[in-house]
């Protein structure tokens, strides 16, 4: 494993937290991969969000839903084999509902799976369970 992939993968994995806590439709858009591939599954889906154009709509709908979300990783590991890398962790979430109420705290194992495309880092794959 190459240093500047690993600070690469470390570095795509933060932006999509960074948009994720500042809920922006836009950066979230910026560490997917645009395929029709691309897989997401959160903590709530009751389905597999597939393709690009369903993992935008699954962060619009979320983005949406709560008005404060707060997650954050430990114990994180990364492997890479140069093309596919994968990042797996501890996600720390605390996710306020826009109607109000107390806030939804839960802890999850998280698999990011990211794929090397025109030399950058994107992400294919977001699993927390």
Known sequence: MQKSDTHAI???????????????????????ADTPYVVCIGPRSKVMNVGFDSVKKYWEWAFDFFSRMTVSKSDAQVQTDGQLSWVVGVEHAQL???????????????????????GRWLLVSHHPR
């Open 96 to 118: 306020q509902v826009k109607n109000g109420g107390e806030p939804l705290k839960f802890d999850a194992f998280s698999t990011h799976v990211l794929e090397k495309v025109e």
């Open 10 to 32: 470390w570095a795509a994995d933060q932006a999509f937290y960074s948009a994720l806590c500042d809920r922006d439709i836009q950066a979230m858009a910026r560490v997917w």
